[in-house]
């Protein structure tokens, strides 16, 4: 069932806004295909709808939670959402066929369709939720990732502190910071 129905019967040229909890429910569905996964607690969206003729042009913002895994060490990575959304919604009979469709999308990339009264917007959250994936999200840019076991660790010749690599150093210099922080 769609979560975020916008009713514009009523809707005029100065608008309406509508509020909806983004529910962790919805989230775990909407998200299911994807590597990103709800947050703690539900989110929010704030929604501003307009008319423009036939058109109905929507924005709205989306706050809230996600969560996915390190690329490193799998752990929790938790996401901010704080989404900007922006569509231009005409009637469902201005659909362009197939082939002109692909045009149309080169330049209008937010337009969408509505049918009858209703505007649904679950499926254009669902994308702008999908885009917020990182390509490799971390718990934190120095995560050393999963230990790797002894046997499996290249000899101390190799990342040694006896013979370092001048191009090491300054990783090196690194470690002795933070070697030193922890203590
Ligand atoms: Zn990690």
């Known amino acids: 069932m769609s979560a975020f129905v916008l009713q514009i019967q009523d809707l005029d040229e ?14 775990a569905s909407a998200l299911a295909d994807s590597e990103l996964r709800p947050g703690p607690e539900d989110g929010e969206l704030q929604v501003h709808a307009q008319r423009n ?11 809230g939670k996600l969560a996915a895994s390190c690329a490193r060490c799998l752990g929790e990575v938790p996401l901010d959402l704080d989404l900007a959304l922006t569509a231009l919604f005409s009637p469902e009979h201005t659909r362009p066929d197939e082939d002109e469709e692909i045009e149309v999308r ?41 230990a790797v076991p002894e046997h499996v660790r290249p000899p101390d010749e190799v990342f040694g502190e006896s013979a370092p690599d001048a191009r090491f150093a300054p990783l090196l210099k690194l470690k002795e910071q933070l070697t030193k922080n922890e203590e």
């Open 53 to 63: 003729g036939a058109d109905v042009l929507v924005q709205g913002h989306i706050s």
């Open 14 to 27: 100065s608008g309406k806004d509508w509020s909806f909890a983004v529910g962790r429910e919805w989230l």
């Open 106 to 146: 080169l330049d209008e990339v937010n337009r969408d369709y509505y049918g009858g009264r209703e505007i649904v917007l679950d499926s254009m959250i669902r994308e702008y939720l999908l885009l917020e994936a990182p390509m490799k999200p971390l718990c934190s840019e120095s995560c050393e990732g999963i």
